[in-house]
């Protein structure tokens, strides 16, 4: 080997070496900056109440509450017409020009600005369903769409193409093959779609800041979808931006930090625990 090509391979070699090294020192930069600023100022009162002006108490019981509604309601509406998509234009669809106009619509959509989205829902749903958990819940389903839709498809592909042929030779309809053979058979990257899903609802504030709003009210589950909230990440920009308050800011982005890394955990843990049931 020439001493040329080693001085490019030593060069090229030494360049990735220094870049996977300063990632990896900005994520953990940001992990340790945010936790060290906010977990000290997470107590079980600011868990547990709701503001209180009069009072002068802070309590972000209402926006954790707020973000677990707009996560089960995007789901809710996310997951069928997701997961239906993908197994419409993997399985059903003979038109190859229509699944690749859908596949680059999907596309499409995935790479347009939250704020675009926002400002669509804020046009559409908020005119219609009043400023509320619904309106934020119904934009971020359209924001989430592509992923989930992509994800499935993905996965219905890994599943060989001899197990449908299988299943045909039994006898078994259509329907039969996908619901029992098909399914089964790539439910991990469905689920791994779901829970990374969440992770973006959990951490989408733009859309929300023209869907949602800002209130910090605590209500259940149907009278909150009727009614304007805070997530916790709108929360965290409210608290920092208006009304100056970083230490309760920080503590949420601790907050979402370490929900974050439990989603990426979870994500990482059902696609070993179903790569394991296949190798069974």
Not at 106 to 116: D, N, Q, R
Not at 198 to 220: D, K, Q, V, W, Y
Request: one cysteine or more; hydrophobic letters at 50%.
């Amino acid at each position: 080997m020439s001493k040329k090509r080693k001085f490019y391979i030593f060069l090229m070699r030494s360049i990735m070496i220094v870049t996977t090294a300063f990632t990896a020192i900005l994520v953990l930069f940001l992990l340790a900056y945010v936790f060290i600023e906010g977990i000290p100022n997470i107590t079980w009162e600011l868990l547990s109440t709701k503001p209180s002006y009069l009072e002068e108490r802070i309590g972000i019981l209402p926006d954790i509450l707020n973000t677990v509604y707009i996560v089960i309601a995007t789901l809710i509406f996310l997951l069928p017409l997701g997961v239906g998509a993908a197994i419409y234009l993997t399985e059903y669809a003979r038109n190859q020009r229509v699944v690749t106009t859908i596949e680059y619509a999907a596309e499409t959509l995935s790479g347009i600005p939250s704020i675009i989205y926002g400002l669509v829902g804020m046009l559409v749903f908020s005119n219609n369903f009043g400023t509320s958990l619904l309106a934020g819940a119904l934009t971020l389903v359209i924001m989430n769409l592509p992923t989930i839709m992509r994800t499935t498809q993905e996965s219905l592909k890994t599943v060989p193409q001899s197990y449908r042929e299988g299943a045909f030779g039994l006898g078994a309809g259509k329907w039969r093959v996908i619901r029992t053979v098909v399914i089964p058979g790539c439910l991990d990257g469905v689920i791994t779609g779901c829970i990374l899903s969440i992770g973006r609802i959990l951490g989408e504030s733009a859309a929300l800041l023209f869907t949602a709003g800002f209130a910090h009210a605590l209500n259940n589950f149907f009278t909150g979808l009727r009614s304007p909230g805070a997530t916790l990440t709108v929360a965290l920009y409210v608290y920092a931006k208006e009304e100056g308050e970083f230490e309760v800011a920080f503590a949420i982005a601790a907050i979402l930090m370490m929900l974050t890394l439990l989603i990426n955990l979870s994500a990482t843990l059902v696609g070993k625990y179903f790569a394991k049931r296949k190798n069974i």
